[in-house]
């Protein structure tokens, strides 16, 4: 047997490892989320039980704090993509400039560079 086989053979065992206590590790993080799952119906049931008005109020405060949050995430996503289109736009101008005060003519494939030179792939 040569050395690359024991590597490789080693390798897999490594790997099947790694895969055994990346599932292992899933299935504890099920288990603790259902237990706080029981736990907060428990808890739950329990409040509305004591305090109906204040149970409604908590559930209602937590759907619009978790909206708000959505709201959030949904506007910066805006923003970067409209920024994103801007930088877009202005490189586009800055090419149609240069080719016209050049009159270099500039391919499709120069522009894809261009922009992937600028941080940006389309």
């Given at each position: 047997l040569d050395s690359s086989y024991l590597y490789r053979e080693d390798n897999d065992r490594v790997?099947?490892?790694?895969?055994?206590?990346?599932?292992?590790?899933?299935l504890e993080i099920c288990r603790i989320i259902e237990k706080l799952d029981s736990s907060l119906d428990r808890q739950k049931t329990a409040l509305y039980r004591q305090y109906p008005i204040q149970a409604t109020i908590k559930f209602f405060s937590i759907i619009?704090?978790?909206?708000?949050?959505?709201?959030?995430?949904?506007?910066?996503?805006?923003?970067?993509?409209?920024?994103?289109?801007?930088?877009?736009?202005?490189?586009?101008?800055?090419?149609q400039q240069f080719q016209y005060k050049t009159h270099i003519l500039i391919s499709k494939e120069d522009v894809a560079k261009f922009l992937a030179h600028n941080g940006i792939i389309i």
């Open positions: 790997r099947s490892t790694r895969r055994r206590l990346y599932w292992r590790f899933l619009r704090l978790f909206s708000d949050i959505v709201f959030r995430i949904l506007t910066e996503a805006f923003k970067s993509i409209v920024e994103y289109f801007a930088v877009l736009c202005q490189s586009f101008v800055i090419l």
